[in-house]
């Protein structure tokens, strides 16, 4: 029997045989996979899960992956870090990063990237495609690559040039497109319609957006099948946060996890929040914005999954923030100089929004916390560009080395 029953309407509950498609012919409404979790509940166990490779591959049986042939770029099993330090300049105790900074591509698009393109290839696709707010061009990009797969990456115009370099290099056709990251997906789903292609986010998303699960499946695995008591997600159009929350919902359902349902913390940045300002606003409504933000891998001003993530946030008994850019430099910096990771903007986002709660009062400082830091800091080097000191450059000698030494910049971290 097969673990995946379908696609199934979040609106209209209606379900559809498992094909490539992403829309609700009745209503509309977007479609996810569903399962039979007595089939899945009959196949894995924590010990079959702890056998299996260091990979998101371990989570085979809890992902709509048929047969196996898998393309492997090795997503995923990243770090989950105690993070004494930050938490001891937040004034918290209990303070974990999960750090998917090292994935193949550098951000954790490699999972759901993952998931869409071994769907493609079930599927009979010869191209894979994206529309990208920078990091799932390069997961496209390299997955299409040792795929064999043609891969065709849409970004907006104003990307990072480094984003761009990190995509380019595998080789794909990039299509640099003139407007928002908004008008891009409009674009995309158009050509989608004309083109027989897999659009990672568009026909295949269903299945693509299953990949971000891992990031609560590792998380409980590294804490001993233990959830956490609150975990913050970064927001661009919600997927992940909605599949982090599906994640932790099916560890618990099926016993492989023991613990509370994390309270799920929303994280954005203030140049590009419709999810906080409605949360802010009590209404489940997003209103698109137009985004005005550092933090580029969050920049969707019309969230597909907004209103499902203001649910959960409800439902988890969660929280939701914003912080500035130079907030979020300055939790870049923090999370550097205390635990030695480098994120990219969205990283400095999450960082930011939990150094927000904290000093707010609107954590408790010892629940067990756990940060996603999404995305590396060499992608967006741009956006710290005259926000950090200069080298101290000296002449080659003894006591021009000890005139420097006594202004150069203590350790925060450590004892
Ligand atoms: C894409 C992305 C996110 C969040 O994306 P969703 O669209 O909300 O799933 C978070 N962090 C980084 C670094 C990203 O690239
Ligand atoms: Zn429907």
């Known amino acids: 029997m097969s673990r995946v029953t379908g696609l199934s309407c979040r609106e209209c509950g209606t379900l559809f045989s498992a094909t490539p498609i992403h829309v609700c012919e009745l209503c509309f409404g977007p479609l996810e996979v569903s399962y039979d979790y007595e089939v899945i509940g009959a ?3 924590r010990a079959s899960i702890a056998a ?21 770029t090795h997503a995923g099993w990243t770090p989950l870090i105690r993070a004494e330090n930050l938490g001891r300049a937040l004034g918290l105790r209990d303070v974990w990063v999960k750090n998917d900074t090292v994935n193949p591509t550098f951000s954790f698009k490699d999972r759901p990237v993952s998931i869409a393109a071994n769907k493609a290839l079930e599927f009979g696709f010869d191209t894979i495609a ?3 707010t920078g990091n799932l061009a390069g997961a496209v990009a390299a997955a299409g690559a040792k795929a064999g797969l043609r891969p065709v990456i849409f970004i907006p115009a104003d990307l990072e040039p480094s984003k761009i370099g990190a995509a380019s290099v595998y080789g794909p056709t990039v299509v640099a497109v003139d407007g928002t990251y908004d008008d891009v ?16 986010n568009i026909n295949v998303r269903p299945y693509y957006s299953e990949g971000s699960k891992t990031l609560a499946y590792e998380v409980a695995e590294q804490l001993g099948w233990q959830t956490p008591d609150r975990v913050v997600v970064p ?14 919902n099916e560890l618990l359902k099926l016993g492989l996890a023991t613990g509370p349902r994390p309270k799920m913390v929303a994280a954005q940045a203030e140049g590009c929040s419709p999810v906080v300002q409605a949360y802010r606003a009590r209404t489940l409504n997003v209103q698109p914005v137009r985004p005005r933000t550092i933090a580029k891998s969050l920049a969707i001003g019309n969230p597909a999954d907004g209103y499902y993530s203001l649910k959960i946030i409800r439902e988890s008994g969660g929280d939701a923030e914003a912080v500035s850019d130079a907030e979020i430099i300055e939790g870049i910096k923090l999370l550097a100089r205390t635990e030695g990771i480098f994120a990219e903007t969205a990283g400095g986002v999450t960082v930011a929004t939990l150094k927000k709660l904290a000093e ?14 999404t995305g590396n800091g060499l992608k967006t080097l741009e956006a710290l560009a005259g926000q950090l000191a200069e080298p101290i450059r000296i002449p080659p000698s ?5 005139a420097a030494l006594t202004r150069s910049p203590q350790p925060v971290g450590g004892r």
């Open 52 to 72: 299996g490779p260091p990979s998101l591959w371990r989570y085979k049986a809890l992902l709509p992956v048929e047969g196996d042939r898998l393309v492997d």
């Open 130 to 132: 994206c529309a990208s």
């Open 360 to 373: 707010a009062g609107r954590v408790d400082p010892d629940e067990r916390i756990v940060v996603y830091v």
């Open 185 to 200: 997906n409009r674009l995309c789903s158009e050509i989608g319609d004309t083109y027989s292609w897999a659009f990672v």
């Open 235 to 248: 927001i661009a159009s919600g997927s992940l946060f909605t599949k982090v929350w599906k994640g932790f």
């Open 398 to 402: 003894m006591s021009a080395f000890e």
């Open 43 to 45: 196949q894995v166990s």
